[in-house]
Structure formats: structure tokens, C-alpha cells
């Protein structure tokens, strides 16, 4: 795991694309580094360590788990792969060029349809008719 200082290039540390600049995505979020139990568990590197992230990866990260859960459950990238939604995005994602975003696919109408979304679970559709 590095530490990545954002305005560089590389390559992702989840879907391995090469991109123009990766984002520092911290493994144990800024918001929780005060709490009494990361002081136990976490020496003072391990709390501050951040990997290079492109920004499609690390806005879904951030979509799909919130602070505490990455603070107690996905403190690493291993843990972030094993993510089921996580694990699907990098598939769909580690196929597409750099600067592929699905807002952007959306808005030239090549995204994948919502039945077709590989990010969609269909068990969790709901009729509110």
C-alpha cells in the first residue's frame, strides 16, 4: 500500500486501470482517526496509510460503504476487494478505458440498461405500486 499524494498518475490500487491521476483514498477514513478504538488497534501508520485510487473506484467506495464500515471491516485493500459490489464495479469497470464513468456512459447513451447493469442486484427490486 502506498502513499499516493493525489496529483499523479498510476495505476489503481483496486481495478489496476492506468489512469492520468489517482485520488488518496485513506483505508481507515479521516473521520474516524480520533476514535479511542483505532488508537488501540491502529499504530500511527497504519491509521494515516492511503493507496492511489482512480475516482470512479474510489466514488463507489465511498457510495457503497460508509466510514464506519471502513473503519472496522475494509481497513485494507484485500478486504475492499472481497466487497460484493465492490467486486462486481472493478469487473465492470477494469474493462474500460481511462476516464470511463457511468454518469458519462449514461450521458452518451451506451450505459448498460438497468436490467443490464452489472452493478444492479435484481432481488432487490421493489414494486411500490
Not at 2 to 19: D, H, I, M, Y
Not at 42 to 54: A, K, P, Y
Not at 64 to 73: A, I, P, T, W
Not at 91 to 118: F, V, Y
Request: hydrophobic letters at 20%.
Amino acid at each position: 500500500m502506498s502513499n499516493t499524494n493525489g496529483a499523479r498518475g498510476g495505476e489503481c490500487g483496486l481495478c489496476g486501470r492506468p489512469v492520468e491521476r489517482l485520488t488518496r483514498h485513506h483505508l481507515v477514513p479521516r473521520t474516524r482517526h480520533k476514535n479511542k478504538r483505532n488508537k488501540k488497534t491502529f499504530d500511527r501508520q497504519e491509521i494515516h496509510r492511503t493507496v492511489g485510487l482512480c475516482s470512479p473506484c474510489h466514488r463507489h467506495i465511498h457510495t457503497v460503504l460508509d466510514n464506519k464500515e471502513l473503519e472496522r471491516d475494509y481497513n485494507t485493500l484485500e478486504a475492499l476487494r472481497s466487497h460484493p459490489d465492490i467486486e462486481k464495479f472493478i469487473a465492470w469497470i477494469g474493462k474500460k478505458p481511462h476516464g470511463t464513468t457511468r454518469t458519462g456512459l449514461r450521458r452518451e447513451g451506451r450505459a448498460p440498461t438497468r436490467s443490464g447493469d452489472p452493478l444492479r442486484d435484481p432481488a432487490q427490486d421493489t414494486n411500490f405500486s
